[in-house]
């Protein structure tokens, strides 16, 4: 699913339209994985009062040369 959004509309208030969107449109799913800029509490709200579960994928410094598994596949497919 693809949302675009005014450039005036911010991350957190495209994400709830993306949540309800979701909700009416793939009822079955109910595990959703942001990155650290939907680490907001209205997204959270809006993602339990719809029922889902929002996981926050926290980035991690490219020196590290850590990658986590949630965030690879959420970054593999928007690339």
């Excluded at 699913?1 to 495209?14: E, F, K």
């Excluded at 993602?47 to 929002?54: C, N, P, R, S």
């Amino acid at each position: 699913m693809v949302n675009l959004t005014p450039a005036d509309i911010s991350r957190s208030a495209g994400a709830q339209m993306v949540l309800k969107a979701i909700g009416k449109r793939c009822p079955w799913i109910k595990r959703l994985f942001a990155n650290g800029a939907y680490d907001r509490r209205q997204v959270l709200d809006k993602g339990a009062f719809l029922d889902f579960v929002i996981e926050v994928v926290p980035r991690i410094d490219a020196e590290l040369g850590i990658v986590l598994p949630s965030r690879w596949l959420v970054e593999r497919t928007f690339g």
